[in-house]
């Protein structure tokens, strides 16, 4: 993590006040919440439309924070302690992170699209986590917040590090990317999450194409070569290297002999690797996030045994691709972390041709964020779902219900069920369960719906 005086800290961002008398001070590591505030830490305040962190900063040193960000608009700046002036605490934080950016040695691998980012990331950490020194984004720390703190986390020994960059509008990839300055960017897909907010796939496309401005000369852009959005697009693009991975010949990279079941798949890359690959999470998607991962290890020359050895480390974070021991022997899948129709078909569709000696239930909530047309994408979900594959539907939450709309047209409405409340749902699952199925539950995060999913699992009822 950031470790400077913290007279070397007012000269990588714009710091207003005098800071000669307490100069000296050594600042190790940066805190936006005081409640995790660790010995030494620059306390960063911000000041929003309905609080205002700055009523906080004594809190912060009391905890152990050794100085503090004060936006210069805020009346009454403490004088007894070491405080820096800053124009916007915000801009200030985005300012130290890249300006600490500058000094590392580390390279950067910036991943963004639509869906499958966290997975890419985590599978990103394991494979290059068998030769190098890795940092990764934690959590949902990729935004214009969370990505600069992850920056400032990064240890200076790092070697690769492995930014996930989220966005709800047009100009913000451009942001993260400028500042992170990758080396390598990974964009996973396009598909419809933020349509509320940019309009269409195309405007979508080229805000997860922002990630490019960041890249040097000759960087490498790694995306999807089957989506014809982004082809047509990137081969506009001058100054920097190209490869693709997808389902086709024409990629440089694609998947054979494939073997998939409820565990995980198996897989063939030739030109990569000799034998096939094994993936311990399941769904032909990840599959796919594993090329663009795979393309990334050769641009830094890792051996195949060392990418063969961290495709089979992969764990992902918690809520994605999660399985979970349900009552009567029940196994549930728990994707309830983020929603989108592409994601969304995805899983179903991997469920759908999963171990044959199991029936399958879905439990679906709202996929959120995709405007004016959101609901006929929950139709156009529910449609696409077949009867003879799929035992029953559930659905939860206002939008959610247009998804079993949808799925009537193929399915008796005696095997569809809605609800707007989740206490009911978890009990008409157990009522209709005989501890033969695969359950999966796949919301947006907004709907909580992991809280089904630890009213339906084993070690919740025991405790």
Not at 89 to 105: C, F, G, H, I, K
Not at 173 to 186: E, F, G, H, S, Y
Not at 371 to 399: A, M, R, S
Request: charged content about 25%; hydrophobic content about 40%.
């Amino acid at each position: 993590m950031i470790e400077r005086m913290i007279m070397q800290l007012a000269s990588m961002m714009k710091v207003e006040n005098d800071v000669s008398t307490f100069q000296n001070i050594r600042i190790k590591g940066v805190s936006i919440d005081t409640r995790k505030i660790s010995p030494g830490n620059l306390f960063i305040p911000f000041k929003g439309e309905q609080t205002d962190g700055h009523q906080y900063v004594e809190t912060a040193i009391q905890n152990g924070a050794a100085a503090v960000l004060w936006q210069k608009d805020v009346p009454n700046p403490p004088e007894d302690m070491p405080v820096l002036i800053v124009e916007d605490t915000l801009l200030a934080l985005q300012e130290l992170a890249q300006s600490y950016r500058n000094d590392l040695t580390a390279k950067i691998i910036a991943i963004t699209g639509s869906n499958g980012k966290t997975t890419t990331k985590d599978i990103g950490a394991a494979v290059f986590s068998e030769t190098f020194k890795v940092h990764k984004t934690e959590g949902n720390f990729n935004n214009h917040i969370g990505l600069p703190l992850t920056v400032l986390t990064m240890d200076e020994a790092t070697e690769i590090g492995i930014l996930e960059m989220g966005m709800s509008g047009k100009g913000e990839i451009a942001l993260l990317t400028k500042l992170a300055r990758p080396d390598v960017a990974i964009i996973t897909n396009i598909g419809e999450a933020h349509m509320q907010d940019l309009g269409s796939r195309e405007a979508i496309a080229n805000a997860k194409l922002e990630i490019v401005e960041g890249l040097p000369k000759g960087g490498l852009l790694i995306y999807p070569g089957n989506e014809p959005l982004l082809v047509k697009r990137v081969s506009g693009i001058k100054q920097i290297r190209t490869c693709t991975f997808g389902a086709t010949c024409e990629n440089d990279l694609y998947p054979e002999d494939i073997e998939m079941n409820e565990f995980g798949s198996r897989f063939l890359v030739r030109g990569m690797a000799e034998e096939p690959l094994n993936l311990p999470i399941p769904g032909k998607h990840n599959i796919f996030n594993s090329l663009a991962i795979m393309l990334a290890a050769k641009e830094f020359s890792m051996e195949e045994d060392a990418v063969r050895r961290g495709l089979e480390a992969v764990k992902l974070s918690n809520m994605r691709m999660e399985w979970r021991d349900g009552l009567n022997g029940t196994r549930i899948l728990n994707d309830a972390y983020n929603s989108s129709p592409t994601a969304t078909r995805a899983v179903i569709s991997m469920v759908e041709h999963m171990d044959a000696g199991r029936e399958k239930i879905l439990v679906l909530g709202d996929m959120l964020e995709l405007g004016e047309n959101e609901i006929v994408y929950h139709e156009q979900v529910g449609e696409e779902i077949n009867p003879d594959k799929i035992k029953y539907v559930f659905t939860y939450g206002k939008l959610g219900k247009y998804i079993g709309e949808g799925a009537k047209k193929h399915f008796s409405e005696s095997r569809i069920f809605h609800f707007t409340d989740k206490e009911k749902l978890a009990d008409a699952i157990k009522e209709k369960s005989n501890g033969s199925e695969i359950i999966l539950v796949k919301a947006s995060r907004g709907m909580r719906l992991e809280e089904t999913v630890d009213a339906l699992t084993v070690s919740e009822q025991i405790q």
